[in-house]
């Protein structure tokens, strides 16, 4: 059992607390937000995750879990001094990409101040390589009396919406340090999940976490581009994506073409990355690149329904998922939100709906029609974009989605749907990157269902229907 204090109560610092505590530590949780830890204490969690409110529950009344404001609870309990000091504050995109390290060097700051034994300080947050030697450098400043420490990268990999199984099953644990026996006690601390544990200096395991997101961004990034290129050449990206994933070499994961890559991580760590790489005077067109058609993406959307609609002004613009994946609250970068401002630019009227970000959504949305269910927000729209593929989506009754609207334009900006069943339910239907459709029977004789319906055919269908 060890003593650990977490700081920073957010996605990375809940679960990482939370988690540590049920596999038997005793974990303090400390964040400057007075409201987030007065609820915490009264079991009301800053953020959805599923299964998260009840670990936690059950964790603080085993006695394990704890939530305070104060730095010197946090890590001079007498009774449980902290020995490891886990950081999980934001680093998020400041200006020109680079990532905005003023909570880190806060915490650092505070740190130094107030520990009053040798503590390893192990940094979760995301941070740009170097910033390990520079927290070491901040803490052997401000410290009033030396005091021993050690810092070790130990970057986190969870995925919001699958977080605790993310940090309990982890592919990989990295642990990065100048110190070796510091980055064993922490390896120490994540024997019994049973994960590969790789060491190595602080600098590298820096980079393995922004290399990593990189990557997965440039997966998805390359889907799109593949994409937009068999959507004029009649092809099918989903089962494009199918073929290629058999291949070991290339994997299935992360190529589902879409709406592009959002949230708290990709964007920022892509950037970040990127200005990194500048700043050393390398070229990274690569990232460059993965950004730009990320960006694209979304703009394309607003593309076809121009297309589909003609002028968007004084047309009403309907928004399925706000989040920026499914099972998670977190909008931040989330292609729905953003389409909603793109569309109000255009003069539509929004209106919107997701089954659990509509409280993030009301802080920073204005004018959008915000509805009680997906039914509410279709009704009376001319174009319906999903934007997150929630389950409950899925399994929408799409009938009634066609007959609530005005013009039954669906733009389906995460492929969820079969094309040829939403042409045979009467929609004029988008995806990205569908092809021309799948082979029928008759092989190549006329046109197979599909993405060449255009607004004029649905015109002609909808002028007979009174007939
Ligand atoms: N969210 C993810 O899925 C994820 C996954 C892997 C890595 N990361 C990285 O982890 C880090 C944290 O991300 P997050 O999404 O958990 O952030 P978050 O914004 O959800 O939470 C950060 C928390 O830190 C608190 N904080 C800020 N300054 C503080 C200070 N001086 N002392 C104590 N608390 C302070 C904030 O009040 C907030 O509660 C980032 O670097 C992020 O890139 C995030």
């Known amino acids: 059992m060890k003593n650990i204090a977490v700081i920073g109560v957010g996605y990375v610092g809940l679960v990482t607390g939370t988690c540590f505590a049920d596999m038997g530590n005793r974990v303090i949780c400390v964040d400057v937000n007075e409201d987030r830890i007065a609820n915490l204490r009264q079991g009301i969690l800053p953020i959805y995750e599923p299964g998260l409110e009840e670990m936690v529950r059950r964790n603080v009344n085993a006695g394990r879990l704890f939530f305070t404001t104060s730095y010197q609870d946090a890590l001079n309990d007498p009774e449980a001094r902290a020995d490891m000091v886990f950081v999980a504050v934001g680093t998020p995109e400041g200006v020109d ?45 401000k410290q009033p009396n030396a005091v021993p420490f050690s810092v070790v990268s130990n970057p986190e990999f969870l995925r919001e919406g699958s977080a605790i199984a993310d940090f309990l099953n982890p592919d990989r644990i990295i642990l990065g340090s100048l110190d070796r026996s510091a980055a064993e006690a922490i390896a120490q601390l994540y024997i019994p999940l049973r994960a590969p544990i790789m060491v190595t200096d602080l600098r590298t395991a820096e980079m393995i976490k922004y290399a990593s997101n990189a990557f997965l961004a440039t997966k998805i990034s390359f889907i799109n581009e593949i994409a937009n290129i068999c959507e004029a050449l009649g092809a099918d990206v ?49 990232l460059e690149a993965v950004m730009q058609i990320n960006a694209d993406q979304r703009r394309s959307v607003m593309l076809k329904a121009r297309e589909l609609c003609g002028d968007l002004n004084g047309k009403t613009i309907g928004i399925l998922g706000l989040a920026f994946k499914p099972n998670t609250d977190d909008i931040r970068d989330s ?35 915000l509805c009680a269910d997906s039914y509410e927000t279709v009704e009376g729209c001319d174009v319906v974009i999903l934007a997150t ?74 002028n007979n229907k009174g007939k």
Request: glycine share 12%; aromatic share 8%; hydrophobic share 40%.
């Open 335 to 369: 292609p729905g939100i953003d389409l909603a401002r793109m569309f109000q630019e255009q003069g539509a009227a929004v209106k919107a709906f997701d089954p659990v970000a509509m409280p993030n959504t009301a802080r920073i949305l204005k004018d959008v029609k």
């Open 238 to 286: 989903k089962e494009v994506a199918v073929g290629m994933g058999y291949d070991k070499r290339i994997g299935r994961a992360f190529l589902d073409a879409g709406l592009g890559y959002g949230g708290s991580c990709f964007p920022k760590d892509v950037s970040a990355l990127t200005h990194m790489a500048n700043v050393q005077g390398k070229h990274p067109q690569m």
């Open 389 to 462: 593929e929630w389950n409950e989506f899925k399994n929408i009754n799409l009938i009634r989605v066609k007959n609530l609207m005005r013009l039954p334009i669906f733009i389906d900006g995460r492929n969820l749907y079969d094309p040829a069943m939403m042409y045979e339910l009467g929609f004029i239907y988008r995806g990205l990157g569908r092809g021309y459709g799948k082979p029928v029977a008759n092989g190549h004789k006329g046109q197979a269902a599909g993405a060449t319906q255009a607004w004029g055919d649905w015109n002609a269908t909808a």
């Open 97 to 141: 990409g680079e990532a905005d390290l003023r909570y880190v060097r806060a915490v650092a700051e505070t740190v130094a101040e107030i520990v009053d034994h040798p503590v390893i300080i192990v940094n979760k947050s995301t941070v740009p390589v170097g910033t390990g030697d520079w927290v070491a450098d901040i803490v052997s400043h």
